[in-house]
């Protein structure tokens, strides 16, 4: 069975700290890996994908980057934290494009402060 | 753009009673689109309940249903009756079976059964 670990659990950092949240699958070969984002209150938007080791597209621009050093991990980072950082970011995988299931780890919350 | 708009914020609804949580989308990039219902339970990750890729077919899960009406371009959730146990909070997502890798998502619908 596949199964997706998101660490950390919770952060509450700085304005202008590093900040690095990772995320581990296993069981899968050669997902296809998204992070989202969803700010308290706000909607769910998908941040990066990547479909294949070294390769990350961004989608939504929020002074963050993303990247997939092996096949089962997925990093997201920031060398400088803003305040509209805060909130909830998922991990997760696919094996297909938009008509296939995503299946989500159960995320990171993030506090700047 | 690519949007979905569902019912918003909270919805209560008491034990045994029939429950519809709107969910409409709008497109112009997308030419066949896919639609989805997740979930998201207390204390558990995000999780598909259904999803329905060809308009005029309906998706059920857990008692759940949704259609896809391609004239309305709606995606309403329902179930006849609802239990304690399906307190949690909906996601409507639009997704694109082309080329594109984006899921398009509603703002999430909280829902409270009272006992």
């Known amino acids: 069975a596949q199964t997706i670990h998101q660490w950390p659990v919770a952060e509450i950092k700085a304005v202008g700290s590093p900040l690095s949240l990772g995320c581990t699958i296993k069981?899968?070969?050669?997902?296809?890996l998204y992070w989202y984002w969803q700010a308290t209150g706000g909607t769910l938007q998908q941040l990066f994908y990547?479909?294949?080791?070294?390769?990350v597209e961004s989608v939504v621009q929020l002074n963050l980057s993303a990247s997939r050093p092996k096949d089962d991990q997925f990093i997201l980072s920031t060398e400088k934290l803003l305040l509209s950082h805060s909130g909830f970011y998922l991990c997760?995988?696919?094996?297909?494009?938009?008509?296939?299931?995503?299946?989500f780890g159960k995320g990171t919350r993030l506090t700047v402060v | 753009g690519d949007s979905v708009t569902q019912t918003e914020g909270q919805v209560t609804v008491s034990e045994s009673k029939s429950l519809i949580i709107n969910c409409t989308y709008s497109?112009?990039?997308?030419?066949?689109?896919?639609l989805f219902w997740y979930v998201r339970y207390p204390g558990e990750g995000l999780q598909l309940l259904l999803k329905?890729?060809?308009a005029g077919q309906k998706g059920s899960s857990r008692g759940f249903e949704a259609t896809y009406n391609k004239e309305t371009t709606s995606f309403h959730l329902q179930k006849a009756s609802v239990q304690e146990s399906d307190s949690a909070v909906y996601y409507c997502?639009?997704?694109?079976?082309?080329?594109?890798?984006?899921?398009?998502w509603g703002s999430g619908t909280k829902l409270i059964i009272k006992p």
């Open positions: 997760a995988w696919s094996v297909g494009r938009g008509d296939t299931e995503v299946f």
């Open positions: 497109t112009t990039s997308i030419a066949y689109p896919n």
């Open positions: 990547s479909i294949t080791v070294g390769q």
């Open positions: 069981g899968k070969s050669s997902p296809n």
């Open positions: 997502a639009l997704g694109d079976r082309g080329s594109n890798y984006q899921l398009i």
């Open positions: 329905v890729i060809t």
